[in-house]
Structure formats: structure tokens, C-alpha cells
């Protein structure tokens, strides 16, 4: 398991574990985490399990005729919020954050936990199997905030894809914000403040 870290304090208040999208590494989202600078936060940045081709790393294996297969990914992220849990962070202290294909795989990994966590940041995402998405969800994961971002420019996942997953998502019974930016397929820094309101906003107690 790769895994690397940065942490903008000496206590930090939460987690952010960042995933990034096809073909990367775990070099890749840590610009993205020294441009957006949020105070008080432990990033983790995990390597996807599975080889890419032409090079890099993947969260999924398999293709659409054998189906996408992410058991490793899976198994990976649950070691991972496991560790948050034992170094004292609660669940509303822990927001998942993925770029393209991991944005997909940060959503597909929420709606099966038998808990909710603080917030999942999708940026560029997808869903794979929205049938199989809608049948799988848990009661329990459904407190959890989803915050969706996509640029209007983006031509290789196109904002379709996160405009039908907002949908679903609410169809579900999830709380999914959806914005639409002025950008291509990439994390636009633009999406910095929309992102920093998002995890504040979980930091808030609120009554009951």
C-alpha cells in the first residue's frame, strides 16, 4: 500500500483522504492540496491498487463486457478510515475528495459504509452502474454530504455525467450539491472556496 501525507497542523481538526484519477500516482493530488491551503487538515493521498495502462495506477480493473471490479480499492480505503479512527478521528471529521475516476470510486465506496462520514468532494466524477448504485446504498451512509463539481468545458467526462449522478444521488436520499464550473477535466482552483464552505459547513455543530 502507498500512501503519503501532509498535514497543515500539528493537531489537525480533520481528514482529508484525496484520491486521484486514472493512470496517477500518489504524487498527484498533493499540488491540489498546496494550492487549495486549508488550515487545520490531515491529507492522505493513496495510490490506486491496480496497474494502468499506458502507465500509472487505477482504482478500477476489468472493462465494460467483465464489469469493473474494485475489491482492492475498497479493501484499500477501509484500512485507511480504519487508521483515521484509531488516531481519534470521529466520522464527521472525515471527508473523501476524488478526481475523474476516483471521484467515482469515492462515491460508489460512501453509499455502502454502515456509517456517514463528514462530507465526499466529486470532482469529474461518474457513476459506473447506477442500477447496481441505487441497490446498494445503506441507510446508515446516508447522512453523509456530497458536494459535486464539474467543469462545463470538460470533454472527456462530460458534465452529464455528474448532472445524472446528482439526480440519483437524490433519488437515494442523499444531501448533493452539484456545480457546474467554467474549466475542462481537471480540479480547477476556482473550486477552492466551494470546497473550504463545504468542509467548514461540517465543522459547524448544529442542533438537532
Known sequence: MTVQYQQTSSAPSRAIIALHGWTGNADSMQSVAGAFGFSDTLWIFPQAPYPASPGGFSWYDGDKISGWKHTASFSLLD??????????????????????????????????????????????????????????TTPESKNSRVLLIHGEKDQVIYPSASEKAHKLLHESGYQSELQILQSSHKVPLKAKSLIESFINFAAVPRSN
Not at 487508521?83 to 476524488?98: M, V
Not at 456509517?115 to 447496481?132: C, E, L, P, Q, T
Request: overall charge neutral; aromatic content about 14%; charged content about 20%.
Open 79 to 136: 484500512k485507511l478510515v480504519l487508521e483515521q479512527f484509531e488516531s481519534g478521528f470521529a466520522a464527521n471529521d472525515l471527508f473523501l475528495l476524488g478526481f475523474s475516476q476516483g471521484a467515482s470510486l469515492v462515491l460508489e465506496y460512501m453509499i455502502r459504509q454502515p456509517f456517514s462520514m463528514a462530507g465526499v468532494i466529486a470532482i469529474a466524477g461518474f457513476i459506473h452502474d447506477k442500477k447496481r448504485f441505487v441497490r446498494e
